[in-house]
Every structure is written in structure tokens, then in C-alpha cells.
């Protein structure tokens, strides 16, 4: 025999000076880490993920989880987690699953960006004391506005009056220019998608429904979603279309260009079962392609399809990965009836994917939004369509910054997670979910509260907004469509020439 | 910080040109001499149906070869009817550049689209021709600019010898890029002048809005953008002028959806499509307007016309006068009193306001 196990990547200390017994971490622990024996809590650290639920839960602070210290002989190329991956496949002679956004080591561009401020030339304005428009609308918008003069009686006198001639396309209104990225149900809890729902009415937004329907919970909220259709078609119907406020067809996710999505059958409950229209306990699998789409054109059709499906009163988003080609293939969706481009980098979270895919496959954001809103000027069509950016936006920061490059709002998926409760353990996958958000144990899904949850999602999306605001404000700027696409304000640091063209900024001292 | 001033005579009296160097002259604390410059309309009336190029060329002894350069492009499309120095006074400031005018009329099969020609002509001729560098296109009007203070750029040119119905005038205190001769203001294409004191702050999202129009900002400052910007909303696409102007400086969001259901309609989509023709950060603008001009009611000026306005929270001043067929709009009251002591009316706008000088008709 081959001794297959690998050392435990964290370990889990119990501080018996300071632990009563009271055994809350053997009923919090969803992973089964802790286990009461006689006098004594025993752990097995080797099922830990480091999710922290215990320490948060614990009453008397008597908790810790560390790294484990047992070592492997350093090596700069055979890495402690390419030995690890190597002794798990060929244990199995599976792929590598894996939850999260990529985790290796790649530049993040947005940390390498420094914004401007006003100083003398041009006042900086307080957004305490003058307005600051962040709205921002997503759609269509027509190339320029032509008005006809019709001629009225007024009082007996006519007069001629200038009359808007041009109809511009529905659009999404947003108060702020954040939006709840597309998690599925199913692959979160219905008490999440409830909170995101709530807190995206709150924030005068919008979230996105992910591959998985709409449970009939959300119906309240529904003219604040925006719902998908993906490969695997889960949930969609005619109604779920028209309840939503815009659709999005989801060609590729950040985290896993190129394939398709997979929900394991333990998620499938009785409820997820009946809002995606599949068996229950079956896997959910989407593949890779739409097969109804195999070109450009099968897109186009599908976003007129859904256009006509809805009467032309619902906008279309087309959501791609952010791959090599991403900017040709932005222009081709911008070209089509399609409403808005949705990029996802390579940084984009997901329940599951192949590890492979997700720390070795796609392109960064910056990157991405850089060359899709140059793309799309240098084809005279960037006022047309808008652009949604995606995939691994952290802060204010980042999000001024994709508004900068040439974003018009941004979706967040792990940060409105993390405001729920994720520790970002990235085991999301497996159903476990000690914090009830990537589960649907009933016992776990309780965990969460719906209130409590929505009120932290609106309170991270009204920090960030007013951090926009003051950064606004301090640019000297008093509403967003001034900011969109204005790299004037970024400078680089620490990026070479090809990267700094790539982003089409200069670097700080220029 | 800087100092503009602008006047018109609504029933197009010919001024000599001396009189708006005096104006400014009194605005010269807003300015620190590296840039002033003054446009006049009606200057040229013996070639008031042709454009008048003014162009400058590097002062190098083989800029008759720029020239030649310059005509082959014009003569692509039409004839330089004449081409000579302006004249000017070389003992006041050192002659950094050579100031050239043409005078070119198209012919006649690109009557109709001889506006839109000339824009591309003055787009590749300044991104092209090295040395070269057109700064006025305008037809029976000129700019006038260097850099220096108001007197010396008034008498380098022998302002005094020039009679217009609308000068504009501005003394510059460079903040954003260097002094140099085609960086002072006026900014012109065609009949669009522009002078502006404050900062385009959104200069980035205004240029790349432009360039996807095919304009390119080849002048390294921000004024020339609002330029572009009035020659696509107002020529090009033809809004009504009002509401082009609440594209530049729009109404708050607050305001529009307290509006009637028509009029609200109207002011979202100007601020949704035209997002990126938003002039945001501070400034107030004067500009000298092309002939065309379509308002609310239906009615087209054939006239150039007058208009100033502020940004929306009003970071700049602007001060608006009339005294008998006379309207002045200035950084300043006091400079308007220095040509004009006694005034009928003093105002100053609102925020975002638009002050607009029609002729009389």
C-alpha cells in the first residue's frame, strides 16, 4: 500500500483552560471537526477548511485555527500544493475540484492603479454639500436624438415646440452602479438569494437569479433581478422571463472559461428541484456550448429571440468570460440587439470549478474592460451598448477604477457573500456550508437570517457607493458619466510599457 | 484661473479690435502672460463667403515647404483664392511661430458638404502635416493668439486694424499643460469659437466621446474638445440648442424627475446619450457659435450668436451686461466697465444657465 493522506492544512486547537464543554462547535461545525469525548472536545483537523465558524460561535474564545506547521522540504518548483494535487489525482484519477475565485499568484492590475485628486486648479467638491449622481442606466442607447417641431395653440397663438422624435430602448435604472452578480439558487441557499433580493431593492439595484430560476420567494422582488439563461436552460420559461427586469444569456463565467456548470445531486432539494424543472437529487448539469448557439449569429438570434419572446420591453445582456479574443467578441454581441456585454475575469468566483480552469484559464478584468471599451470606440459603438464588468471587485477602490477604465457598472459576487458570512473557505461545492449560504441543508440554511443578511448586503453596497461619491467628489466630478472611461485620472505604478498600453494609462509622474 | 471676455453687437455694428484688447487687458491678474488671444467675427468682409485658415508654421527657413504642404491638401477639395503672413509686429514678441492665413473657397459639388470637409481637413492637416498647425477655419472671422500678455498679443497682430460685430477674448493662467502659441484660446473649427476659463475635469471621458466621432484633440489642453462638442451636438446632430446646452452642463437628476412626464422624457434620454458629452469640473465658456443654430421653437439663426454659460454648480464667474445694441459677458463687471462705464443692465446667470445673443432682426 501506497500511504495516500496528506498532512491537514490547518489545525484546530482547543484551549481546555478556557472551554466549558458547551459543545456549540460540535453542532456549528458542518464538517464534523469537533466531536465531544467524555471530559474532552476532539478534533480532526484534517476536516477543516478554515471557514471559522467555530471561532466566530465559540463563547468563550477558546478556539484557534492555524496553519499546520508540519512541514514539506521547500521547493520552488515542486510546490507543497503540486505535490498535494498530484497525491489526491492519482489517488482518485479525477479532476480537481475547487470553489472560489483563481488562487494563484497572478498580478491583480486594480492594485497597481492610483487615482487622481483635485488640488487648487480645480476644487475638489464635497459630496456632504452638493449632489453627486452615481445613476447610470444599462442599455441600449441610441447613437444621437432627433427631435421634430410640431406646431400647438397655446392661447390662441401658435407656437412651434420641439418634440423628442427619437424612442430610446428600455433600460435598467440603477441608483448605484453596483450590481449582485448571478448565483444560482441551488448553488446558494434560498435564504441568500433572499437577502441579496431585499438588499438589492433597498440599494435601488439589481441581482442577478444565476442559472437556476426563480423561486417563487423572490416573486416580490423580482422586477430587481435579472435573470439567466444558461447552457443547461434550468428554470427558464416564458413567465420567469417577463417577471425579471432584463435577461441575461451567460456564455462563459470568469472562473471557468470554455465549460459548462455542474450542481451536485445533494443540492438538488424538493424546492431547488421544482424552480430549475429538474428531478430531485439528479445532478444539474449545463454544458459547455448552448447548442443553439455555434456562431455569432446563433447568438444574435437568440438574443432576438428573447427580445421578441418579451415583446421587446426586457433588455438582453450577453455574458462572456474574459478570454484572449474577448474584445472581438464583445464587438459581435454589440453589434447584435444585445443590450449590454458582460465581462467576467479570470479572478470571477464560482461554487465548483475544475481547479485547473480556475487558476489557469482567462485574462484579468483590467485587461478585459480596457480592451472591449477601446474595441468598441475604435468601432464607433461604446455609446450604444453598455458594459458590465466582473470577476474578482473587492472594494470602491476597484469598482471607480472599472468605471475608469471604461466599465458602466460592475457586478459583485463574493464580496455580497463575504457581507453574508463567507470566510471565502472555498468549499462550496460540497453542500456543507457551515454559514447557510452555499447549501441547502435545511438545519444550515436557518443559520442565515434573511433581515440580518439583507441588512448587511445594503450596508456594503451603501458604504461603497458613498466611498464613489468622495473619490467623485475629490476628482472634482459630480456625476458618474464623467468618470466612465476617463483613464486621464488613473496612473500606473509599477507596470511596464505593455501593460500600461494594455490598460491605455500612463504611470504615475506623467 | 483665467480671464474671459466676449461682446456683440446685435445689430452688427463693425469694432475695432482695440477695444476688447483693453478689456482684457484689465483681466490680466487672471492670467500670467504665457497665453492670450481674441477672436473676431465679421474681420474679413471682402472675403466673407470664403474660409479663412489660420494657420501657424514652425519658424524654420523651409516653412515654405509647409505651406506648399498645406495647400496641396486644401487644393484637393477647392482653391486657396490667397495666402499671406498676417501681418504682425515682430518687435513686441519673438516670433515663435509664423502666422499664415488662406482664404479657400470648395467647389462647388461639395457645396453640401463642405462644413464636414473642412473639419477633416483641419484634423489631418494638424495630425499630419509636421509644422503645421491651423488654428481658425472659420468664414469672415479669425483668431488671433500667442503667447503673452493681452497688449502684446493685441498689438504683435495690430489688432486695432480689424473691424468685427463679436470679439472673445481670453487671458490664460496656464494649470493643466504648458504655454505654448496653439494652447492659448480662442479654441476654433469652423465658425465655433471657444474661450473658457476653469478646467475640463472630464476632459478624458469628453475626448475619447469625440474621437469615436472621428475628431481628433491634437492641441494638448481641454478647451478644444468643447469645441468639438458643440460642433457635433449643435451642427452635427442637430439638437436644439437649449437643449444641447443642458447636454454640456445637464440638470440634476433631482430636478428631472420633478419634470411633467414629456419634458422629463426629454431631459433623460439628452443625459443618456449623451453621457459623454457631459462637461463636468469647473468652468465658464463663451463661445462665438456657427450660423444654423435650430432652438426649441423651431426657429434657425442664420446669425452667429453669442452664448455663455457655467457648469452646473457655477465653480467659475460669469457676468452678463447690455448696454443699447451692445451684450457683454465677462469674468468680470470691471472689464466691461473699462470699455463701457455706463450699462444698462448687469446680471450674473444662474448655474448652468445658458445666456444666448441673437441678432437683431
Known amino acids: 500500500m501506497i500511504p495516500s493522506t496528506v498532512p491537514p492544512k490547518y489545525k484546530v486547537e482547543i484551549n481546555s483552560n478556557r472551554c466549558m464543554l458547551c459543545e456549540r462547535c460540535v453542532r456549528e461545525c458542518s464538517w464534523g471537526v469537533y466531536r465531544r469525548d467524555r471530559n474532552k472536545i476532539v478534533t480532526y483537523s484534517n476536516r477543516c477548511g478554515a471557514c471559522q465558524r467555530c471561532v466566530a460561535m465559540c463563547p468563550r474564545d477558546a478556539i484557534t485555527v492555524n496553519k499546520n506547521a508540519t512541514c514539506w522540504r521547500d521547493h520552488p518548483l515542486w510546490t507543497r500544493e503540486v505535490r498535494e494535487d498530484i497525491i489526491n489525482q492519482s489517488r482518485t484519477g479525477c479532476i480537481l475540484l475547487s470553489g472560489m475565485g483563481n488562487a494563484k499568484e497572478l498580478p491583480t492590475y486594480f492594485d497597481n492603479i492610483v487615482l487622481d485628486a483635485c488640488q487648487v486648479t480645480n476644487p475638489s467638491i464635497d459630496p456632504l454639500r452638493e449632489p453627486m449622481e452615481l445613476r447610470t442606466y444599462i442599455g441600449k442607447k441610441p447613437k444621437k436624438l432627433e427631435f421634430e417641431y410640431i406646431e400647438e395653440e397655446i392661447d390662441g397663438k401658435k407656437i412651434k415646440k420641439a418634440k423628442l422624435k427619437t424612442n430610446i430602448a428600455p433600460n435598467l435604472k440603477l441608483e448605484t452602479p453596483i450590481m449582485i452578480a448571478h448565483m444560482s439558487y441551488g448553488a446558494l441557499s434560498l435564504n441568500s438569494h433572499l437577502a441579496m433580493a431585499k438588499a438589492a431593492k433597498e440599494c435601488g439595484t439589481f441581482m442577478g437569479t444565476g442559472e437556476g430560476g426563480l423561486h417563487r420567494a423572490l416573486y416580490p422582488y423580482a422586477n430587481h433581478t435579472i435573470t439567466q439563461i444558461a447552457s443547461g436552460r434550468f428554470g427558464v420559461n416564458e413567465d420567469y422571463l417577463m417577471r425579471g427586469a432584463a435577461i441575461e444569456i451567460k456564455i462563459g463565467q470568469g472562473s471557468k472559461p470554455g465549460i459548462g456548470g455542474h450542481l451536485p445531486g445533494e443540492k438538488v432539494s424538493a424546492e431547488v428541484s421544482m424552480t430549475r424543472m429538474i428531478p430531485e437529487g439528479s445532478d444539474a448539469i449545463s454544458p459547455a456550448p448552448h447548442h443553439d448557439i455555434y456562431s455569432i449569429e446563433d447568438l444574435a438570434q437568440l438574443v432576438r429571440s428573447l427580445k421578441e419572446a418579451t415583446r421587446w420591453k426586457i433588455p438582453v445582456f450577453v455574458k462572456i468570460a474574459a478570454v484572449h479574443n474577448v474584445a472581438a467578441i464583445a464587438n459581435g454581441i454589440a453589434t447584435s440587439d444585445a443590450d449590454a456585454v458582460v465581462i467576467d475575469g479570470f479572478k470571477g468566483g464560482t461554487g465548483a470549478a475544475p481547479k485547473v480552469f480556475r487558476d489557469n484559464v482567462g485574462i484579468p478584468i483590467e485587461l478585459a474592460i480596457a480592451a472591449v471599451d477601446e474595441r468598441l470606440r475604435e468601432e464607433g459603438v461604446r455609446n450604444e451598448v453598455s458594459i458590465i464588468a466582473s470577476g474578482g471587485i473587492r472594494n470602491s477602490a476597484d469598482v471607480f477604477k472599472s468605471i475608469a477604465l471604461g466599465a458602466d457598472a460592475v457586478y459583485i459576487g463574493t464580496a455580497v457573500m463575504v457581507a453574508l458570512g463567507c470566510r471565502v473557505c472555498g468549499r462550496c461545492y460540497t453542500g456543507q456550508c457551515a454559514w447557510g449560504i452555499a447549501t441547502q441543508k435545511p438545519e444550515l440554511v436557518n443559520r442565515l437570517d434573511v433581515e440580518e443578511g439583507a441588512n448587511r448586503v445594503a450596508n456594503l453596497i451603501k458604504a461603497w457607493t458613498l466611498e464613489i461619491k468622495e473619490l467623485l467628489g475629490a476628482a472634482g466630478i459630480n456625476s458618474i458619466e464623467s468618470l466612465r472611461g476617463n483613464r486621464d485620472r488613473l496612473r500606473g505604478i509599477g507596470l511596464n510599457d505593455v501593460e500600461l498600453e494594455a490598460l491605455g494609462i500612463k504611470h504615475a509622474g506623467f | ?361
Open chain 2, 1 to 361: 484661473m483665467c480671464g474671459i471676455i466676449g461682446f456683440i453687437s446685435k445689430k452688427k455694428r463693425p469694432i475695432s479690435g482695440d477695444k476688447i484688447a483693453i478689456a482684457l487687458d484689465s483681466l490680466k491678474e487672471r492670467g500670467n502672460g504665457q497665453g492670450s488671444g481674441y477672436v473676431g467675427y465679421g474681420i474679413y468682409p471682402k472675403y466673407k463667403d470664403s474660409y479663412a485658415l489660420h494657420v501657424f508654421l514652425n519658424n524654420t527657413p523651409d516653412y515654405y515647404e509647409i505651406i506648399s504642404k498645406v495647400k496641396d491638401t486644401l487644393e484637393k477639395y477647392g482653391k486657396v483664392i490667397k495666402d499671406e503672413e498676417i501681418p504682425t509686429n515682430g518687435e513686441i514678441l519673438k516670433k515663435e511661430f509664423i502666422p499664415w492665413r488662406f482664404f479657400y473657397d470648395f467647389h462647388s459639388s461639395y457645396r453640401d458638404i463642405e462644413n464636414d470637409l473642412m473639419v477633416n481637413m483641419v484634423m489631418e492637416i494638424n495630425d499630419k502635416i509636421d509644422g503645421a498647425f491651423v488654428f481658425s477655419s472659420g468664414k469672415n472671422l479669425g483668431v488671433f493668439k500667442a503667447s503673452g500678455w493681452p497688449m502684446e498679443v493685441a498689438e504683435f497682430y495690430k489688432l486695432d486694424q480689424y473691424k468685427g460685430y463679436m470679439w472673445l477674448a481670453h487671458a490664460r493662467y496656464p494649470t493643466n499643460t504648458k504655454g505654448w502659441w496653439g494652447g492659448a484660446h480662442p479654441f476654433n473649427i469652423l465658425n465655433w469659437s471657444v474661450v473658457h476659463n476653469g478646467e475640463i475635469t472630464s476632459y478624458g471621458t469628453n475626448k475619447r466621446y469625440v474621437e469615436s466621432f472621428g475628431y481628433k484633440c491634437r492641441m494638448l489642453t481641454d478647451t478644444e474638445v468643447v469645441a468639438y462638442i458643440f460642433d457635433l451636438l449643435i451642427r452635427k446632430h442637430k439638437l436644439p440648442v437649449e437643449y444641447a446646452l443642458s447636454a454640456i452642463a445637464p440638470k440634476f437628476w433631482k430636478e428631472i424627475d420633478l419634470m411633467e412626464e414629456d419634458e422629463r422624457k426629454i431631459y433623460e434620454s439628452i443625459r443618456m446619450t449623451y453621457g459623454g458629452a457631459v462637461l463636468n469640473g469647473p468652468f465658464a465658456i463663451i463661445v462665438g457659435t456657427h450660423e444654423g443654430m435650430v432652438f426649441m421653437n423651431g426657429d434657425v439663426e442664420k446669425n452667429n450668436t453669442m452664448i455663455g454659460i457655467t457648469d452646473r454648480i457655477k465653480l467659475r464667474p460669469l457676468v452678463v451686461a447690455e448696454k443699447d445694441d451692445l451684450v457683454f459677458v465677462s469674468s468680470e463687471e470691471a472689464a466691461i466697465r473699462r470699455i463701457c462705464p455706463e450699462l444698462d443692465k448687469v446680471e450674473m446667470p444662474d448655474a448652468g444657465m445658458p445666456v444666448i445673443v441673437k441678432m437683431e432682426k
